[in-house]
């Protein structure tokens, strides 16, 4: 690295929208560090909410915080005790960083860590800034080689997919079962892939716009897809409950699955949605909650009890990198690169993120992936 090479840029956020472009300080790499310039880094749902409101659920920024965690980038510095990286390897990075020694850590769990500090995440103070930078500075243990067929758009694109490679996991899905996803923004449209990569007889999806279900079903993501009808909002939690039933038997009649399907991908957070899966799955069918929205919700649960249906709650991912930076590699994800819509550079992150929660740039196209570059 050059000696020159003093200072870097960074997109710090203070507060809602109040995004900077700022020059900081670029500090070598600490013992079993290595320092990666980030070349690609893909916007989240997560990073939207801390962007617009300042925080993400419960969690609220308290300081200053680089928000990105879905990132690939090079290897320009390695600090002591480094053994498995070189400069100029190319690498995705991890962004949670766990202690390594816990009851969950152990078991391999460590997604579950308490004290794991996740990069772009206000849920720990001091934060750990995320990857909307030039340069960053991060355990070596949690960056992984990229193969040369891995462009660092896709290795970025293994944060996401490794959420899903989890969610895949605890619902123990297996070759000629039948797949239900619910939401086809970028996490939906790789459960979409992951499902079809792993040999489900049927993948299907819901959402309540049209223009991402024709985008799913002509790139080859779902084989169907069913767009739910937008009415008045239920007056009562009773009658949510009553027209979430009549929405997915509607749509499973639409589908030719009036049993269900065996696995539903919930990656809406939505109250109507989660009622929905429930009633969507099969007898001894599994429903894997991924999206994060609503905090509270009502649940049809003696349907789940008397039909054991299994709901099983998916937080992050862990050991899942590798197999996602294979996947990635293969070519078996279908038109995976078409998730990413737009390209951005890092002094413009702040159009970016607004960009992202408008869904449509200024030509009328659909917004999916947003990847900002480090120029």
């Known amino acids: 690295m050059s000696s020159l090479l003093q200072t870097q840029h960074a997109a710090v956020l203070y507060g809602p929208k109040d995004l900077r472009y700022e020059e900081r300080t670029l500090w070598p790499p600490r013992p079993n560090e290595a320092q990666v310039k980030v070349v ?54 991890e962004a949670g960083v766990m202690c390594n020694s816990c009851g969950y850590c152990t078991k391999g769990r460590y997604n579950l860590c308490k004290g794991l500090r996740f990069a772009s995440s206000a849920k720990t103070f001091p934060h750990l800034d995320g990857t909307l930078q030039q340069y960053m500075n991060h355990p070596a243990h949690v960056l992984h080689p990229l193969p040369d067929d891995c462009s660092y758009e896709l290795g970025a694109l293994a944060e996401p997919l490794s959420v899903l490679l989890h969610a895949a996991s605890r619902a123990d899905l297996q070759q000629g079962q039948t797949v239900l996803v619910f939401g086809v923004g970028s996490i939906g449209l790789l459960a979409c892939a992951l499902a079809k990569s792993k040999g489900a007889s049927k993948v299907v999806a819901i959402d309540i716009n049209q223009t991402r279900l024709d985008f799913a079903k002509s790139n080859g993501f779902a084989e169907e897809v069913h767009c739910l009808p937008v009415g008045e909002r239920a007056k009562t939690a009773e009658e949510g409950l009553k027209q979430a039933k009549e929405k997915i038997t509607s749509a499973l009649s639409k589908f030719g699955e ?9 990656c809406t957070g939505a109250e109507p949605c989660i009622q929905m899966s429930i009633h969507a799955a099969i007898t001894g069918g599994k429903v894997m909650l991924i999206g994060m929205g609503s905090r509270n919700v009502l649940l049809p649960l003696s349907t789940a009890a008397l039909r054991e249906v299994d709901i099983h709650g998916s937080f992050r991912y862990a050991n899942t990198y590798p197999t996602a930076i294979e996947l990635l590699s293969s070519g078996k994800l279908e038109n995976v690169e078409k998730l990413i819509s737009h390209r951005m550079s890092l ?29």
């Open 258 to 266: 009036g049993e269900g399907f065996d696995v539903i991908f919930e």
């Open 40 to 93: 690609a880094t893909g916007l989240c749902g997560s990073d939207l909410h801390y962007y617009v409101h300042g925080r993400n659920g419960d969690f609220a920024l308290q300081a200053p915080l680089v928000l990105g965690h879905e990132s690939a980038g090079i290897v320009t510095a390695v600090g002591s005790g480094v053994k498995n990286l070189v400069v100029g390897q190319r690498v995705a990075i």
């Open 347 to 375: 002094i413009d992150t702040a159009k970016a993120f607004s960009l992202l929660s408008q869904g449509k740039d200024d030509s009328g196209n659909m917004v999916l992936k947003i990847i900002v570059g480090s120029s």
